[in-house]
């Protein structure tokens, strides 16, 4: 980019700063540095299209930012399911859902089976059956809780940690290849992003499980 066309682009992001913050008196380089990492992507990544595009008045009507996050987001978990199904091609372990308790319960001494199921975001159905699964393959077990009678807890075994250990590098492998070509900057900048999104998104897996739609849009646009 040459000198004029830089400067240009760079008053234009100041006012878009400023815009941002209209009742702001005084500026700072560093919030207006701030401001550009976030907002400013070095090149623009073009937009990979999906649509046939029969039926024009859906994207026209339907189509924003915050529809492509969620398109995104759900294409980046079946990425990740693809190569997590290959490094576990030769493990008893069959799922990323599997994986997720092991390691789970790998840094505690032991968990219910409710709060183990909560904690990896599955619903009670699925995760009993990953439960019942994981101890037929020996590679966790049940615990009476002795203060709490109706309550079961389960463990990893030794054969459980063995295997998260042989499958540990591999997995290590799917983190890498997950974050792409994503810059040490840019990746610290989504887990930010990404982390915000968590806390939001897992009080209301929690607490408001059951609250409506119309609701919990309320709470996304405050």
Do not use: C
């Amino acid at each position: 980019m040459k000198e004029q066309a830089f400067l240009h682009s760079l008053i234009e992001q100041f006012y878009l700063f400023r815009e941002a913050q209209p009742s702001k008196q005084e500026f700072s380089l560093a919030e207006f540095g701030d401001f550009l990492k976030n907002h400013q992507q070095p090149d623009e990544v073009a937009k990979r299209e999906i649509s046939g595009g029969e039926e024009k008045w859906v994207e026209e009507k339907y189509e924003s930012v915050q529809t492509d996050i969620t398109v995104l987001i759900s294409l980046m978990y079946r990425y990740a399911k693809m190569y997590i199904k290959k490094a576990l091609k030769d493990s008893p372990i069959q799922t990323a859902d599997e994986f997720g308790f092991l390691i789970t319960l790998l840094t505690y001494p032991s968990l219910s089976k409710t709060a183990l199921i909560n904690k990896n975001l599955v619903e009670k159905t699925s995760g009993a059956d990953i439960i019942k699964r994981l101890i037929k393959l020996e590679l966790m077990e049940e615990l009476e809780d002795k203060e709490d009678k109706r309550s079961v807890h389960v463990k990893i075994t030794e054969k459980g940690k063995y295997l998260l250990y042989a499958l540990l590098p591999e997995m290590q492998k799917v983190s890498t290849i997950v974050a792409g070509d994503l810059s040490n900057e840019e990746q610290q900048r989504l887990l930010n992003i990404l982390r915000k999104l968590d806390h939001f998104h897992n009080d209301i897996f929690v607490n408001k499980r059951n609250v409506g739609l119309d609701e919990l849009v309320g709470r996304a646009i405050n």
